[in-house]
């Protein structure tokens, strides 16, 4: 009986290991002379799909018990290295695309809303929505007409060059810091981003704020918009969603709210004024939150 049992046993581990090395070979990221397999998706192993994948779950308090709240405006210029992996690719590939190419897409799809750029204040309101067809037309985007093969409604092509992805090189984004009573614990919540198009002109280089774009209703289009984070290790791929609620990007302030209304650059007259009066923001957040607790 014993030898039985044996047999049974070695008859069962060579039949799992034949098993785990056929599942290897079946899903092999080579082939059989050791070149990778054409079989294989382009993008890496590692990732998995994201198509089913929520935003990162933020809570949100009453206004009630907001004890303190100070609304700040940023720029992410991305052609610092920390933001590098909102601007690249240039062009989509690998399941990968830029950040700005990604909303440019979603706002031709009709899947968010734009809104108008003003000079003093952001309104999400319908009446000041900003349609596909005026983006492309007033800031010169090369689009092409056809009609639609379902409808014959006539719908705005852009290919995937003319996307001006290369030329939008920063973003303004609001935020607010507040203070919540209740679970006693101190956040920073993006509202909007805004993306500045950079471009060579008659008068020399001359920047253009395109639109405001609310940040939730981005949110659960970048939990499933994967990023490369480094060159050393091609499955590192977080979200999108992820690199902004963790807030893993370089910035630095330009407005803060204000009784005028005014951003740095008004009221400082010299760069190295600009850079003390960003200081003195950020020290006030980081003593804000520092006074908070008894040591």
């Not at 290919?159 to 507040?178: A, G, H, L, M, T």
Request: with cysteine; hydrophobic share 40%; net charge negative.
């Amino acid at each position: 009986m014993s030898n039985l049992v044996k047999l049974l046993c070695v008859g069962f581990a060579a039949f799992s290991t034949s098993a785990v090395f056929a599942q290897f070979e079946e899903n092999s990221f080579f082939d059989e002379s050791g070149d990778v397999s054409v079989e294989v998706a382009s993008n890496m192993p590692t990732s998995g799909p994201k198509e089913n994948l929520e935003p990162i779950e933020l809570i949100n308090p009453r206004a009630d018990d907001i004890f303190w709240q100070k609304v700040v405006y940023r720029t992410i210029d991305l052609r610092e290295k920390m933001n590098y992996p909102l601007y690249y690719p240039e062009e989509a590939v690998d399941n990968r695309q830029s950040f700005f190419t990604l909303m440019f897409r979603l706002i031709q799809e009709d899947k968010i809303k734009a809104y108008e750029y003003l000079d003093t204040r952001e309104i999400f309101t319908k009446e000041h929505e900003l349609p596909f067809s005026e983006i492309v037309n007033k800031f010169e985007i090369f689009a092409t007409k056809k009609a639609d093969s379902l409808t014959n409604d006539s719908i705005i092509v852009v290919e995937e060059s003319d996307v001006p992805n290369r030329d939008v090189v920063k973003f303004y984004v609001k935020e607010v810091w507040y203070f919540d009573k209740i679970t006693s614990t101190f956040n920073a919540r993006i509202i909007a981003f805004c993306p500045i198009m950079v471009r060579d002109g008659e008068l020399g280089v001359q920047k253009y704020p395109l639109f405001w774009v609310p940040f939730e209703t981005l949110r659960p289009f970048l939990a499933q918009q994967e990023i490369l984070i480094t060159d050393k290790n091609n499955g590192a791929r977080p979200s999108l969603d992820d690199i902004f609620v963790k807030r893993r990007f370089s910035s630095y302030i330009y407005k803060e709210s204000n009784i005028y209304n005014r951003n740095l650059l008004e009221y400082n007259v010299s760069s190295e004024d600009v850079r003390k009066e960003q200081q003195k923001v950020k020290t006030l957040l980081l003593n804000f939150e520092n006074d908070l607790w008894e040591y």
